[in-house]
Each structure stands twice: as structure tokens, then as C-alpha cells.
């Protein structure tokens, strides 16, 4: 059974596609990560670098979740599934934070 | 190919030649007796020792319980000592809900998911087992705790030093069952040791590590079912043809994944403030105690819908079946249980109302407390639109289950006034929030489960409990518990705090905390004669017809007890509640060509599992020792560690393994005989 | 049907289509991922109330900015990246049955994640030199449980590597199913990346902005 699917035609094909799929991505990966570090240190108002930082750091989360990770590949319902999980993670601990202020209490007698 | 086992068929597991795994070591498949139990993967056999264990420690919390309102039946009582009260309303409440309500509920979903979906097992056998027996391990380890303090309050442990070095010395966890920080972390600087000074004494760190276990073994559980029913249906059986049962336990099964990670972290956090002297919840160095609480209740509210949601799926079971109807707006009971856990991350912090959130904060959360009432109250309506107009059986479980539906609205109508932010300023902390929770919990899922137990015990195990004893012991359960916990709206009102062991005369609580304690023991004793019914019936009830409700899901078209194989032949699904139109209806329950003489195909056995298990209960005990200051401690710990590890390796390289069984040649036979042997009703 | 009798528990069709093994993976990372959206926020939480970072055993206040050390932690987000793009090269070699491709891209993930650990270890003993610990302030506590829980599933994942890695020469990783167990190991592996992808940007890289840092006070840095 393996070995008919290894040596299948259009299954290798797709592997070596998908080969080079991954050295592009990993290229980009490498670029963008190089390219929030230098942009940390630019002179640029403080919501420009926010968006652009979330921006480049969701363009990688996403790039490696679907193709290192298979999932534009694969059955919706495992995108979807992670979706559910990043989602409600993300939605529960914005209002955690939101529900966190500071105080003059906590600032003068802790740092 | 090593992972398949090409063995001829055979009509008995002990009929298998010896074969070993790739391990080398023989595999367990043709075990009997205690042996069998320990390395079983079958759910069925897994359900029933889930519930074995369940209602044994429903027993455990329930003496806990009549300890409490023993303590409290009278003004100034010494019944017990405050720290020992402490200990038991803690011990009560985690017990109960994590050793008594979730546990019966996997009982419920190892035993019949695969059985409703038309699967032979789960889509993990061994994870199973693992589940299993890591919840025997944190039971364990949770109720290991009372054993070290009853030896200690019998002065065993007055000789040695580093008992004389513990804080307070308490050995049972005494914080209530969410524990709170500050009370349970740490203050002030640690010392070169890395310990700061804590509150309390070693009971934290039991509680701690007991329920990081059972998060492990509830977490394993949960995803090996949502694997099971998103991918092991028989053919036919779409989502919107699930009994409603399985969508609960896939619901539950979801609040349990994402919801348990909060507690993990927070317990993770707590310990290593305790052990290692970090500053997550230590005031002393600016941590926030109140993270504490959201930690908690974000996993905490989802907690309590993973507790109802089973039993309301057990309810929508027995309804129809007792009506003779289909349930009203299947798709809309679905949906709103699917709409509850949803919402029920949205509203931890009504938990936290008087903590000084800010009125936008708590204007949202108590506008979305009361957003799921409306789910809730439709899938009432729901229940209530399967009975009108079908002809009511009150048998049993019909019975525990129109119980369930008025005494879950009662508390229902108590947690929505809690829901209104001002009104929760006065009940918070007060006997009218036990009140309210045991009308949902045991008005409301206890009920549920009871039912559930007399509903599917003669499928279980093919004999029917007694119907007197059953009515006689629901009555006492429904007037001890109302009589208990009905007067608490009252008391709450009327100002009595929680948690707190006594109180004195001259408030006007006296008279309704004395008829509490009688409901109580009623209660209990109504409980206790239930369990030891349905025990006695499991190996001497009179036997009973694998159909005796002319109930309407697949688990009925199989003989009782069932046969370890499931179905004989897969069935193929045409409608929703096939089996029942199969019998009185146009569909008919097919087969697919699978099975008889080619057989099919059947897990290995493990030891596996259980030793992984085992692994857990040496962590267990070791944290603890090591808070205890006991030498060497942490090696035990790193001992456990590898023993789990060992478990889980060995699982790994032994190979799924398997073995063919060959089932019945008789295609229909199994419905056939069902239909004719169907009772009178 | 041969076929039906020759079906392994976990060979058998799914209702789905999606093998049993991938979908309690990709169920167990939606799971991690609150697991981590909770270490995460605890951390972020105390930066928006503590702005300042820490006190050190002299009792001097301590920006966290000057105790990071950008080009190192950078380095070590490179390694990692470059070792999940490795690690789809293996699972690409194991589901084209090529198992020398397969050991070595695996040797090279374990490789990377031990260079990406001991990138961790040096960071953290130098953070401790620098007065930052566990016990003496809040972003001690939660600096060194977020980066170390991440670190024990980075070590986790690379002890799950050995372990394919020296099982791949018992000559019993073969066919679909020795694809699938090694395409599950590197969703792992590839999860752990995309958590530090967070962790970097929101822990490492937004103390940067500004001159006293995302959370700082605005004013510049005191020598």
C-alpha cells in the first residue's frame, strides 16, 4: 500500500511541488522576521509599527498554520477546529486584559 | 505489516494463540477477572467502572455533606472544628464535582456514544483506559489527603520534624473548591529555600496536584469522544441525525479542551508560587490575587455547563422515549446546547461581580448571565412541547426526569436573579447561592443522572432495579433535597454566610437550618438507597428484555447485556431515531456485509495505560511531600515522571495490535430479536 | 471483503476522511492554544500594570529593555523557523518514502531545536546574573514560566524526534501510517514555532518601542 502510493505519479509531483513551496516560505519567514526587527527601531509613530508588527506577525502565523502545517491542504474542518481554539483564546484574554487597569497604588509601590 | 494482526478469526477472545507485541511481551488479550478489568480497552467495561467509582464518591461527598448540616443544625455547634468544617465543605464540593458528577457523566458517554453513533469502540481504546485510570489516580491522590489528616489528628506525625516546620499543619485541602488566592498562595519574601510564607498548609498542595490529574484524564477524554463522533459514525448517521446525548457529550467534550487549560495554568501558576517561591498571586511583590479568580472562573463557569449539559442530554433521551413522541425541535435543542457552551465562556466573571470590576464590566457580564438563560429556557420549552400531547409512562427514570425539568428551573430562576449585578451584591457569599447551585446541581443534574442510571441499567447490565424501591428512593432524594436546600433562599436573604462553621442563636436561622439537616439525611439516605439498589441489581436483578422502554436509539437494537463486539453487523442509518421507526415506523435499520465468519476487528488489551496511570499517582503523592519538606522528595516526583513516561513509550512502540472476532451470522438478528422480545409497554 | 478484515482499527474509513490521529492533534493544539493564551496574557497583564520591569537585590529599577538582548533572541527565532521549515522537509520526505532524506532533515530539526534550547539557557542564566529571578519580582515569575513552558514543549518535541529518529531504523517506519505518525510530529513541532512567533513579537520585540517600550511611561530610559 505504501509503496503504490510512494511511487504514484502525481502524489510525487505534488510532493515536489509542494518542496518548493516550503523554501519560499521559509525565505519570506526569514525576510519578515528580519524585517520587524529592523522595524522596531525606526522612527515611526507608535500605531504605524503596531499594525504593521501584528500584521507581519499574523502574515507568518498563518503562512506556516496553512502550508508547514498542511492546512490548506487538508479538510476544513481542521481549520476551523484550530480557528475555534486561537479565536476564543484570543477574545477571552483581550478582555482579561481590558479588565486589568493600573493603578496609582500598583505604580507607586511596585515596579 | 506490523501494525496489523492477520489472525483467523475466532468466535472467544480466550480462543486467541499467545501473541506478543512489538514489544516482545505477550499482550493481555486473554486476561479474565481482575486482570481483564485492569488492561481492558472495551468502553462499555470502562463506563461501568467510571460509574463504579462515581458513586462511590458520591457517597464520600455525601457523608462529607451530612457532617456539614450536622455541624450546623444547631446555633454554636462543635460537631466538628472550624478547620475541619473548612476541610469538609471543600472536600464536599470537589468531590462531588470532580469525583462524583463528571465522572457518572463519562460513565454515560464511554458506555453509549459508540453504541448511539453505531461504532464498536472509541476512536482511542487505550487513551480510554488512560483516562480511566488517571481519574483513579487523582481520586486518589484528592482523597489521600483526608488519610494523612486523620493521622494526623491521631498525633502520628507529632515526632517528626518536619512536621513541626509545616504552616498550620493542614493536611486536607481547606480553601473551598476554588481555592481562592491570597488564602492559597503565598506572602511576603522567599527564603533561600525558595519558599515564601503560605497561609496554608500541605491540603493546597494536594488539591493542586489532584486536580491537574483529573484535568489530564477529563482532557484525554474529551478528545479522544469528539474524535470518536466526528469520525466514527456508521454510515448514514449524519450529524443531524445524532441522538441528542452524543451532541451533548461532543458540546461537553469541546468546553472540556478549551476550558480546562485556564485551571491547568492557573494551577501551575499556584504551585509554583507555593514551591518555588514565584510571585504570580503574592501581594507582597505586586502580584493581583484577583487573576486568581479569573483564571478560575474562566474555567470554572464553562465547568458548570460541562457538569448540566450530559444531564440535559439524558433528559431529551428519556422524554420521548416515555411520551411515545420524537423530541420536539431536534434542531433547536441542539443548537441551544451547542448556543450554551458557547456563551458560557462569556460570563465568568458574574463569579466576580463583587470584586470591583467597574460598572461597564459588569453591566456586559450580567447582561450575557442572563443571555444564556434564553438557550436554556427554549430547550425547556422544547421538553415541554415532547410532552404535551404523547402518552406518559411515569416510570423511573421518567419520573427523575420531569423532576429534573422542574427542580433545574428552580434553579435556573435563582441564578437569573443572581444575574442582576445589584441584586448579587446582597446574595454573594450567602446561603442563597448553595441554594441556588444545589437546585441546578442535584435538582438538576443529579436527577438527570439518576435517571440516566435507571433508564440505561437494564441495558447495561440486562436486569431491571426494582420499580418500588426506585420510586420509594426518588421521592426521598426529591423531598430530602428540596427540604434541604429550599429553605436556604430564605437564609441566604435573611444574611447567613457561607462557609462559615457555625453561627449563634438570636439570627432567626435556627429553625430552617434544623429542618435542612432533616432534609439532608433524607436526601442521603434516598441516595444511598438508590446506589445500593441499582448495585445489588447489577449481579442479582431480575433479568429483563434487551428493549424493555421500546426505546427509540440505536443501543436498544443490541442485546443486554451488549456483546463486546457492539453491533454484529454495522448499521445503516436511514432516518433519525432509526431503531424506533425501524419497529413502529416506514425505515428500516439496515446492515452493511460486515462481521460473521470474517469477523471484525477488536483493540488489543494494555497494561499500558494503567501504568501510565500509575505514574500520575506518584506525582500525586510526591508534590506534596515535597511541600512538606520531606527529603528526597522531588526525586519521587521525578520517579513518577518517568514511570508516566515509561507508560506512555511502552503504549507507543507495543503496536495498536488487534485481533479478529467473529459475531453472529444472523444479519437481523439482532433487531429481530429485539422486536419480539419488546415488553408490554 | 479482505479488505474489511484486513483493516486495522486505525485504517479503517472515517467519517470525515480525516485520519483519527491528525484530528485529535489539530483538537489538542486548538486546547494549547488557550493553554497559552493564558500564560501569555498573565504576562502581558503584569507588563500593563508593572510598566517599569523590575527591582534588582541593589533595589535600583530595571527596564526590561536593557536586560534583553535583541540579537540573540533574534538569532534563536531564525533557528527556529528554520527548523519547522526542516521539519516539513521531513515530513515531505517520509510521505515520499525517502527515509535517509527523512533522518537527516530530522537530524537537522533536532539540531536547530537544541541550538534554539541552549539560545535558552544562555538567556536565562544571563538574565539571572542581571538580578532578574523567579522570586524577586512579578516579571521574573511570569517571564520565566511563559519562556520555560514553551522551552519544555520545545524539549518535549525534540525528545518525540530522537525517539522517530532512532525508530526510523528498526525498519518499522514505513508506508502511510510512518507518514502520518511523522506528519503529526511536526504539527507539533510547527505549533511550538507559531507560539514563539507570538511570544517574540509580544514579549520581545514590543519592549522596543519607544524609548521606554510598549508598556513604559513614554520618557527615555534612565542610563
Same mark, same amino acid.
Given at each position: 500500500?505504501?509503496?503504490?502510493?510512494?511511487?504514484?505519479?502525481?502524489?510525487?509531483?505534488?510532493?515536489?511541488?509542494?518542496?518548493? $513551496?516550503? &523554501?519560499?516560505?521559509?525565505?519570506? =519567514?526569514?525576510? +519578515?522576521?528580519?524585517?520587524?526587527? /529592523? %522595524?522596531? !527601531?525606526?522612527?515611526?509613530?507608535?500605531?504605524?509599527?503596531?499594525?504593521?508588527?501584528?500584521?507581519?506577525?499574523?502574515?507568518?502565523?498563518?503562512?506556516?498554520?496553512?502550508?508547514?502545517? $498542511?492546512? &490548506?491542504?487538508?479538510?476544513?474542518? =481542521?481549520?476551523? +477546529?484550530?480557528?475555534?481554539?486561537? /479565536? %476564543?483564546? !484570543?477574545?477571552?484574554?483581550?478582555?482579561?486584559?481590558?479588565?486589568?487597569?493600573?493603578?496609582?497604588?500598583?505604580?507607586?509601590?511596585?515596579? | 505489516?506490523?501494525?496489523?494482526?492477520?489472525?483467523?478469526?475466532?468466535?472467544?477472545?480466550?480462543?486467541?494463540?499467545?501473541?506478543?507485541?512489538?514489544?516482545?511481551?505477550?499482550?493481555?488479550?486473554?486476561?479474565?477477572?481482575?486482570?481483564?478489568?485492569?488492561?481492558?480497552?472495551?468502553?462499555?467495561?470502562?463506563?461501568?467502572?467510571?460509574?463504579?467509582?462515581?458513586?462511590?464518591?458520591?457517597?464520600?461527598?455525601?457523608?462529607?455533606?451530612?457532617?456539614?448540616?450536622?455541624?450546623?443544625?444547631?446555633?454554636?455547634?462543635?460537631?466538628?472544628?472550624?478547620?475541619?468544617?473548612?476541610?469538609?465543605?471543600?472536600?464536599?464540593?470537589?468531590?462531588?464535582?470532580?469525583?462524583?458528577?463528571?465522572?457518572?457523566?463519562?460513565?454515560?458517554?464511554?458506555?453509549?456514544?459508540?453504541?448511539?453513533?453505531?461504532?464498536?469502540?472509541?476512536?482511542?481504546?487505550?487513551?480510554?483506559?488512560?483516562?480511566?485510570?488517571?481519574?483513579?489516580?487523582?481520586?486518589?491522590?484528592?482523597?489521600?489527603?483526608?488519610?494523612?489528616?486523620?493521622?494526623?489528628?491521631?498525633?502520628?506525625?507529632?515526632?517528626?520534624?518536619?512536621?513541626?516546620?509545616?504552616?498550620?499543619?493542614?493536611?486536607?485541602?481547606?480553601?473551598?473548591?476554588?481555592?481562592?488566592?491570597?488564602?492559597?498562595?503565598?506572602?511576603?519574601?522567599?527564603?533561600?529555600?525558595?519558599?515564601?510564607?503560605?497561609?496554608?498548609?500541605?491540603?493546597?498542595?494536594?488539591?493542586?496536584?489532584?486536580?491537574?490529574?483529573?484535568?489530564?484524564?477529563?482532557?484525554?477524554?474529551?478528545?479522544?469522544?469528539?474524535?470518536?463522533?466526528?469520525?466514527?459514525?456508521?454510515?448514514?448517521?449524519?450529524?443531524?441525525?445524532?441522538?441528542?446525548?452524543?451532541?451533548m457529550t461532543l458540546v461537553t467534550s469541546i468546553l472540556i479542551i478549551l476550558a480546562f487549560p485556564a485551571i491547568t495554568v492557573a494551577l501551575i501558576e499556584l504551585m509554583f508560587d507555593r514551591q518555588f517561591g514565584a510571585n504570580f498571586f503574592n501581594p507582597s511583590a505586586?502580584?493581583?490575587?484577583?487573576?486568581?479568580?479569573?483564571?478560575?472562573?474562566?474555567?470554572?463557569?464553562?465547568?458548570?455547563?460541562?457538569?448540566?449539559?450530559?444531564?440535559?442530554?439524558?433528559?431529551?433521551?428519556?422524554?420521548?422515549?416515555?411520551?411515545?413522541?420524537?423530541?420536539?425541535?431536534?434542531?433547536?435543542?441542539?443548537?441551544?446546547?451547542?448556543?450554551?457552551?458557547?456563551?458560557?465562556?462569556?460570563?465568568?466573571?458574574?463569579?466576580?461581580?463583587?470584586?470591583?470590576?467597574?460598572?461597564?464590566?459588569?453591566?456586559?457580564?450580567?447582561?450575557?448571565?442572563?443571555?444564556?438563560?434564553?438557550?436554556?429556557?427554549?430547550?425547556?420549552?422544547?421538553?415541554?412541547?415532547?410532552?404535551?400531547?404523547?402518552?406518559?409512562?411515569?416510570?423511573?427514570?421518567?419520573?427523575?426526569?420531569?423532576?429534573?425539568?422542574?427542580?433545574?428551573?428552580?434553579?435556573?430562576?435563582?441564578?437569573?436573579?443572581?444575574?442582576?449585578?445589584?441584586?448579587?451584591?446582597?446574595?454573594?457569599?450567602?446561603?442563597?447561592?448553595?441554594?441556588?447551585?444545589?437546585?441546578?446541581?442535584?435538582?438538576?443534574?443529579?436527577?438527570?443522572?439518576?435517571?440516566?442510571?435507571?433508564?440505561?441499567?437494564?441495558?447495561?447490565?440486562?436486569?431491571?432495579?426494582?420499580?418500588?424501591?426506585?420510586?420509594?428512593?426518588?421521592?426521598?432524594?426529591?423531598?430530602?433535597?428540596?427540604?434541604?436546600?429550599?429553605?436556604?433562599?430564605?437564609?441566604?436573604?435573611?444574611?447567613?454566610?457561607?462557609?462559615?462553621?457555625?453561627?449563634?442563636?438570636?439570627?432567626?436561622?435556627?429553625?430552617?437550618?434544623?429542618?435542612?439537616?432533616?432534609?439532608?439525611?433524607?436526601?442521603?439516605?434516598?441516595?444511598?438507597?438508590?446506589?445500593?439498589?441499582?448495585?445489588?441489581?447489577?449481579?442479582?436483578?431480575?433479568?429483563?428484555?434487551?428493549?424493555?422502554?421500546?426505546?427509540?436509539?440505536?443501543?436498544?437494537?443490541?442485546?443486554?447485556?451488549?456483546?463486546?463486539?457492539?453491533?454484529?453487523?454495522?448499521?445503516?442509518?436511514?432516518?433519525?431515531?432509526?431503531?424506533?421507526?425501524?419497529?413502529?415506523?416506514?425505515?428500516?435499520?439496515?446492515?452493511?456485509?460486515?462481521?460473521?465468519?470474517?469477523?471484525?476487528?477488536?483493540?488489543?488489551?494494555?497494561?499500558?495505560?494503567?501504568?501510565?496511570?500509575?505514574?500520575?499517582?506518584?506525582?500525586?503523592?510526591?508534590?506534596?511531600?515535597?511541600?512538606?519538606?520531606?527529603?528526597?522528595?522531588?526525586?519521587?516526583?521525578?520517579?513518577?515522571?518517568?514511570?508516566?513516561?515509561?507508560?506512555?513509550?511502552?503504549?507507543?512502540?507495543?503496536?495498536?495490535?488487534?485481533?479478529?472476532?467473529?459475531?453472529?451470522?444472523?444479519?437481523?438478528?439482532?433487531?429481530?430479536?429485539?422486536?419480539?422480545?419488546?415488553?408490554?409497554? | 471483503?479482505?479488505?474489511?478484515?484486513?483493516?486495522?482499527?486505525?485504517?479503517?474509513?472515517?467519517?470525515?476522511?480525516?485520519?483519527?490521529?491528525?484530528?485529535?492533534?489539530?483538537?489538542?493544539?486548538?486546547?494549547?492554544?488557550?493553554?497559552?493564551?493564558?500564560?501569555?496574557?498573565?504576562?502581558?497583564?503584569?507588563?500593563?500594570?508593572?510598566?517599569?520591569?523590575?527591582?534588582?537585590?541593589?533595589?535600583?529599577?530595571?527596564?526590561?529593555?536593557?536586560?534583553?538582548?535583541?540579537?540573540?533572541?533574534?538569532?534563536?527565532?531564525?533557528?527556529?523557523?528554520?527548523?519547522?521549515?526542516?521539519?516539513?522537509?521531513?515530513?515531505?520526505?517520509?510521505?515520499k518514502g525517502q527515509l535517509k532524506s527523512f533522518r537527516r532533515n530530522v537530524l537537522g530539526v533536532i539540531f536547530f531545536g537544541l541550538i534554539f534550547l541552549g539560545c535558552q539557557v544562555y538567556e536565562f542564566t544571563h538574565f539571572y546574573h542581571q538580578g532578574l529571578t523567579?522570586?524577586?519580582?512579578?516579571?521574573?515569575?511570569?517571564?520565566?514560566?511563559?519562556?520555560?513552558?514553551?522551552?519544555?514543549?520545545?524539549?518535549?518535541?525534540?525528545?518525540?524526534?530522537?525517539?522517530?529518529?532512532?525508530?526510523?531504523?528498526?525498519?518499522?517506519?514505513?508506508?502511510?501510517?510512518?507518514?502520518?505518525?511523522?506528519?503529526?510530529?511536526?504539527?507539533?513541532?510547527?505549533?511550538?514555532?507559531?507560539?514563539?512567533?507570538?511570544?517574540?513579537?509580544?514579549?520581545?520585540?514590543?519592549?522596543?518601542?519607544?524609548?521606554?517600550?510598549?508598556?513604559?511611561?513614554?520618557?527615555?530610559?534612565?542610563?
Open positions: 500500500m505504501s509503496e503504490a502510493v510512494a511511487h504514484d505519479p502525481d502524489f510525487l509531483a505534488e510532493e515536489v511541488r509542494r518542496y518548493h $513551496h516550503f &523554501i519560499t516560505l521559509a525565505l519570506w =519567514l526569514a525576510a +519578515i522576521t528580519g524585517a520587524e526587527i /529592523v %522595524l522596531i !527601531f525606526l522612527p515611526v509613530p507608535m500605531p504605524v509599527i503596531l499594525t504593521a508588527l501584528s500584521l507581519m506577525s499574523a502574515i507568518k502565523f498563518f503562512a506556516v498554520i496553512l502550508w508547514f502545517m $498542511h492546512l &490548506i491542504y487538508d479538510h476544513k474542518l =481542521l481549520f476551523w +477546529i484550530f480557528m475555534c481554539g486561537m /479565536v %476564543l483564546a !484570543f477574545a477571552t484574554y483581550a478582555a482579561v486584559l481590558a479588565l486589568f487597569s493600573v493603578d496609582r497604588i500598583d505604580t507607586k509601590w511596585f515596579s | 505489516m506490523s501494525h496489523d494482526s492477520h489472525h483467523a478469526p475466532v468466535a472467544d477472545k480466550m480462543e486467541l494463540a499467545p501473541e506478543r507485541s512489538d514489544l516482545g511481551l505477550f499482550r493481555p488479550d486473554r486476561t479474565r477477572g481482575l486482570f481483564d478489568w485492569l488492561t481492558t480497552v472495551d468502553h462499555k467495561k470502562l463506563g461501568i467502572m467510571y460509574g463504579a467509582f462515581a458513586m462511590l464518591f458520591f457517597l464520600v461527598g455525601g457523608v462529607e455533606a451530612l457532617a456539614i448540616r450536622t455541624q450546623l443544625a444547631r446555633p454554636d455547634n462543635d460537631f466538628v472544628t472550624a478547620r475541619m468544617y473548612n476541610q469538609l465543605f471543600t472536600m464536599h464540593g470537589t468531590t462531588m464535582i470532580f469525583l462524583g458528577v463528571m465522572p457518572l457523566s463519562a460513565a454515560f458517554f464511554n458506555f453509549l456514544v459508540p453504541l448511539q453513533i453505531g461504532a464498536r469502540d472509541v476512536a482511542f481504546p487505550r487513551l480510554n483506559a488512560f483516562s480511566l485510570w488517571t481519574f483513579v489516580a487523582g481520586a486518589m491522590v484528592l482523597n489521600g489527603s483526608w488519610l494523612f489528616e486523620f493521622a494526623h489528628l491521631a498525633g502520628w506525625f507529632d515526632n517528626f520534624a518536619w512536621h513541626k516546620a509545616l504552616v498550620y499543619t493542614d493536611f486536607a485541602p481547606a480553601n473551598g473548591w476554588f481555592s481562592y488566592a491570597p488564602l492559597s498562595g503565598t506572602f511576603g519574601q522567599a527564603n533561600a529555600a525558595l519558599q515564601a510564607p503560605r497561609f496554608t498548609g500541605v491540603g493546597t498542595d494536594f488539591w493542586i496536584i489532584g486536580i491537574q490529574i483529573l484535568g489530564i484524564a477529563s482532557l484525554a477524554a474529551s478528545f479522544n469522544f469528539i474524535c470518536t463522533i466526528v469520525n466514527m459514525r456508521a454510515k448514514g448517521m449524519t450529524m443531524m441525525r445524532l441522538p441528542v446525548f452524543t451532541w505586586g502580584g493581583q490575587p484577583v487573576l486568581w479568580q479569573h483564571l478560575f472562573w474562566i474555567f470554572g463557569h464553562p465547568e458548570v455547563y460541562i457538569l448540566v449539559l450530559p444531564a440535559m442530554g439524558i433528559v431529551s433521551e428519556i422524554l420521548p422515549t416515555f411520551t411515545g413522541k420524537a423530541l420536539f425541535g431536534y434542531p433547536i435543542i441542539v443548537f441551544s446546547g451547542a448556543v450554551i457552551g458557547f456563551l458560557g465562556f462569556a460570563v465568568w466573571s458574574h463569579h466576580m461581580f463583587t470584586t470591583g470590576l467597574g460598572p461597564i464590566p459588569t453591566a456586559a457580564f450580567s447582561l450575557l448571565t442572563m443571555a444564556i438563560a434564553v438557550p436554556t429556557g427554549v430547550k425547556i420549552f422544547n421538553w415541554l412541547g415532547t410532552i404535551w400531547g404523547g402518552r406518559i409512562r411515569f416510570t423511573p427514570p421518567m419520573v427523575l426526569a420531569l423532576g429534573f425539568i422542574w427542580m433545574f428551573m428552580c434553579g435556573g430562576f435563582s441564578g437569573v436573579m443572581h444575574s442582576a449585578a445589584p441584586a448579587d451584591a446582597q446574595q454573594q457569599d450567602s446561603y442563597f447561592v448553595i441554594a441556588h447551585f444545589h437546585y441546578v446541581l442535584l435538582g438538576g443534574v443529579l436527577l438527570g443522572l439518576m435517571a440516566g442510571l435507571y433508564f440505561w441499567f437494564p441495558k447495561i447490565f440486562g436486569r431491571m432495579p426494582n420499580a418500588g424501591i426506585a420510586y420509594l428512593a426518588t421521592g426521598m432524594v426529591i423531598l430530602g433535597f428540596n427540604l434541604a436546600f429550599g429553605p436556604m433562599h430564605y437564609l441566604g436573604l435573611a444574611g447567613q454566610p457561607r462557609r462559615t462553621h457555625t453561627y449563634h442563636a438570636g439570627n432567626g436561622w435556627e429553625t430552617w437550618n434544623y429542618v435542612a439537616t432533616i432534609g439532608a439525611f433524607i436526601l442521603g439516605l434516598g441516595v444511598f438507597l438508590a446506589f445500593v439498589n441499582l448495585v445489588y441489581t447489577a449481579f442479582k436483578g431480575v433479568k429483563c428484555a434487551s428493549d424493555p422502554w421500546n426505546g427509540r436509539t440505536l443501543e436498544w437494537s443490541l442485546p443486554s447485556p451488549v456483546p463486546e463486539y457492539n453491533f454484529a453487523r454495522s448499521p445503516i442509518i436511514a432516518t433519525r431515531d432509526v431503531f424506533f421507526e425501524h419497529k413502529h415506523g416506514v425505515h428500516r435499520l439496515a446492515y452493511e456485509n460486515d462481521g460473521g465468519e470474517a469477523g471484525v476487528h477488536m483493540p488489543s488489551q494494555s497494561w499500558f495505560p494503567l501504568l501510565a496511570g500509575f505514574g500520575f499517582l506518584i506525582i500525586g503523592f510526591g508534590m506534596p511531600m515535597m511541600a512538606m519538606g520531606v527529603p528526597h522528595a522531588g526525586w519521587v516526583v521525578i520517579a513518577g515522571l518517568g514511570v508516566m513516561f515509561m507508560g506512555i513509550w511502552l503504549w507507543a512502540l507495543e503496536g495498536p495490535g488487534g485481533y479478529m472476532l467473529k459475531t453472529p451470522s444472523d444479519p437481523h438478528g439482532a433487531a429481530a430479536q429485539a422486536k419480539a422480545e419488546s415488553s408490554a409497554y | 471483503m479482505s479488505q474489511a478484515a484486513d483493516a486495522t482499527h486505525a485504517h479503517a474509513p472515517t467519517s470525515t476522511g480525516i485520519d483519527h490521529k491528525k484530528l485529535i492533534m489539530w483538537l489538542f493544539l486548538a486546547s494549547d492554544c488557550m493553554f497559552f493564551g493564558t500564560l501569555i496574557s498573565t504576562h502581558l497583564l503584569y507588563r500593563k500594570l508593572y510598566p517599569t520591569g523590575f527591582t534588582d537585590a541593589e533595589g535600583h529599577q530595571q527596564f526590561i529593555q536593557k536586560l534583553f538582548n535583541i540579537e540573540l533572541t533574534s538569532f534563536s527565532t531564525f533557528i527556529l523557523l528554520m527548523s519547522s521549515f526542516l521539519m516539513a522537509l521531513a515530513v515531505s520526505a517520509m510521505h523567579i522570586q524577586n519580582s512579578v516579571l521574573g515569575s511570569t517571564f520565566y514560566v511563559l519562556t520555560g513552558t514553551h522551552g519544555t514543549h520545545v524539549a518535549i518535541g525534540i525528545l518525540w524526534l530522537v525517539l522517530l529518529y532512532f525508530y526510523s531504523f528498526t525498519g518499522k517506519l514505513t508506508g502511510h501510517m510512518a507518514g502520518l505518525d511523522v506528519e503529526i510530529a511536526g504539527l507539533y513541532w510547527h505549533f511550538v514555532d507559531i507560539v514563539w512567533i507570538v511570544i517574540f513579537t509580544v514579549v520581545y520585540l514590543v519592549e522596543y518601542l519607544g524609548p521606554s517600550g510598549f508598556w513604559g511611561t513614554g520618557l527615555p530610559l534612565a542610563k
